[in-house]
């Protein structure tokens, strides 16, 4: 809109000054609107606009003979068409970037509802695109009713020719919040693994007050970089959240695609920012849980095993490590049924590196046959089985 404004100002001073020439000679429109345009050209050093062109003309086109007046307000209407897009682009830029506050619908997390304080935002800001804009991280702290005590969103908004990034906080009075956005030159995100706001939004949205009910803890903060990723934390406080509530994700279940959010609740205070001091309590929550299905290969698919097999996982302990071998004052053992050998150090440490073996049976579309044999440790020593790409899944072992 500012270009085709300066454009048409540019025209109608070229025509006037054409009009008040002192002599028609040949090109002179042409002329003056090379004049015009050579007032305006300007280079760009590190996003700071130098006017190239009238310091051309300024230097090599002082002495003018013929229509000097009309060629010189040519050159100059150039240059102030050039001041004018940079003060115009300037404060285009300055109010579009200047921090708003918008009051919140709701102050208390679990009353609200934060997809529709984002869309409560993007029509306060005139936001039109939904398709492209990222979560990339969020931390939220409430008290235990639910009230606000810390917010703080970055978004991304990346559509050519432009990125704008949002950062979003939760103001000292807590019933408002700062936005700050920034335009920058696109820049190329590829396929990122974060997810869509509105998406992750309504996803935090399916979090209860019954889901965190823990007597002792005083606030809880949650925080995530909404990226879509594979999730196979074990030992944790892991659990799935969808419509129907709040479930435990077991170790056997993992790993899993999914949306994580860490969990952090404090029986302690926050400090004066809002934030949790000290962590007693933590449990990850994942949204919208899909099956993660491992790409099968030798070098995978014992591990594959193992994460969904105990039978596997328990075979594979009692036969690597401490287990199979140790060190004594400088001895090098290696466990034999049961009987201890001693050996060199390089047998032994090639022991503990290369084995178990190995050996891929048979490899079909839909399952892998698979051989695994280690000689040290206790019997059995060899382990077969049959893993199945649908699922997967472990069937047919058999110890040996």
Same mark, same amino acid.
């Given at each position: 809109?500012?270009?085709?404004? %300066? @454009? ?8 006037? $000054?054409?009009?008040? *020439? #002192?002599?028609? &000679? ?87 509802? %934060? @997809? ?8 306060? $800001?005139?936001?039109? *695109? #939904?398709?492209? &804009? ?87 903060? %949650? ?17 799935? &959240? ?159």
């Amino acid at each position: 809109m500012i270009e085709l404004m %300066l @454009l048409a100002l540019s025209i109608a001073a070229v025509f006037i $000054l054409y009009r008040k *020439s #002192d002599e028609e &000679v040949p090109y002179l429109l042409a002329k003056l609107i090379g004049y015009t345009i050579l007032g305006t050209a300007m280079f760009n050093l590190n996003g700071i606009r130098i006017p190239a062109g009238f310091i051309i003309f300024l230097l090599f086109f002082r002495k003018i003979p013929v229509n000097a007046w009309s060629k010189r307000r040519a050159a100059y209407t150039g240059f102030a068409v050039f001041l004018l897009s940079v003060i115009l682009s300037f404060s285009v830029k300055e109010w579009y970037e200047w921090p708003r506050k918008v009051a919140l619908k709701e102050t208390n997390f679990y009353d609200g509802s %934060l @997809l529709e304080e984002w869309n409560n935002i993007k029509e306060k $800001l005139d936001v039109e *695109s #939904d398709y492209g &804009v990222k979560l990339t991280d969020i931390r939220m702290v409430i008290d235990k009713a639910g009230n606000y005590e810390s917010l703080d969103l970055s978004i991304v908004e990346d559509g050519p020719p432009e990125t704008v990034y949002y950062r979003i906080r939760l103001s000292e009075d807590g019933e408002t919040v700062d936005v700050k956005r920034t335009k920058r030159d696109a820049e190329d995100w590829g396929q990122t693994p974060y997810s869509e706001a509105d998406f992750v939004f309504s996803q935090l949205d399916l979090i209860t007050k019954p889901m965190l009910n823990h007597d002792s803890v005083n606030y809880y903060e %949650l925080n995530s970089d909404g990226q879509r990723m594979g999730y196979a934390v074990k030992d944790q406080k892991n659990y799935r &959240v969808d419509t129907a509530g709040k479930k435990e994700l077991k170790d056997s279940e993992l790993p899993v695609d999914g949306i994580a959010v860490g969990v952090c609740g404090t029986e302690g205070g926050i400090d004066e920012h809002g934030m949790i001091l000290e962590c007693d309590n933590f449990e990850h929550y994942l949204f919208d849980v899909l099956k993660n299905k491992p790409e099968l290969n030798t070098s995978s698919v014992l591990e594959t095993a193992e994460s969904i097999s105990p039978q596997v996982a328990g075979w594979l302990s009692e036969h690597i490590g401490d287990n199979i071998g140790s060190e004594k004052n400088g001895e090098f053992i290696l466990k034999i049924d049961g009987k201890e050998k001693r050996v060199s150090e390089q047998e032994y440490i090639k022991a503990l590196k290369e084995t178990p073996y190995v050996e891929v049976i048979e490899q079909g579309q839909d399952n892998w046959k698979v051989k695994v044999e280690n000689p040290y440790g206790n019997p059995p020593h060899t382990m077969e089985f049959e893993l199945t790409r649908e699922g997967p899944e472990v069937v047919d072992l058999h110890f040996r």
